[in-house]
């Protein structure tokens, strides 16, 4: 069974915009591949978290995005050096 986690698009990007999405607990991240083009995204850190202490989270994940399913997975987990909180993710398209 896939993971599944519920997504909002982001317009808002660079640095100082992630910044103020991880003092909201938010995790930001991109979803890219299939020649598509890359989709900014956030997810809720808690959610985040407790996905990917699962084995699953590293091999599929369902990404809902404006009503829509996006099978992906993850390629590069971006953490913090001394807390290990989760940054930034990199998705693939599955």
Same mark, same amino acid.
């Given at each position: 069974?896939?993971?599944?986690?519920?997504?909002?698009?982001?317009?808002?990007?660079?640095?100082?915009?992630? &910044?103020?999405?991880? &003092?909201?607990?938010?995790?930001?991240?991109? #979803?890219?591949?299939?020649?598509?083009?890359?989709?900014?995204?956030?997810?809720?850190? !808690? !959610?985040?978290?407790?996905?990917?202490? !699962?084995?699953?989270?590293? !091999?599929?994940?369902? #990404?809902?995005?404006?009503?829509?399913?996006?099978?992906?997975?993850?390629?590069?987990?971006? &953490?913090?050096?001394?807390?290990?909180? #989760?940054?930034?993710?990199?998705?693939?398209?599955?």
């Amino acid at each position: 069974m896939a993971i599944s986690l519920d997504a909002t698009l982001r317009t808002d990007l660079g640095r100082g915009a992630s &910044r103020r999405l991880r &003092r909201q607990f938010l995790t930001p991240a991109i #979803i890219i591949g299939e020649g598509k083009e890359a989709i900014s995204i956030t997810l809720d850190e !808690k !959610k985040v978290i407790t996905s990917a202490l !699962k084995d699953e989270f590293y !091999k599929e994940v369902e #990404i809902n995005l404006d009503g829509k399913a996006i099978k992906v997975k993850p390629v590069d987990i971006q &953490r913090h050096p001394v807390s290990e909180r #989760i940054l930034h993710i990199d998705f693939q398209r599955i």
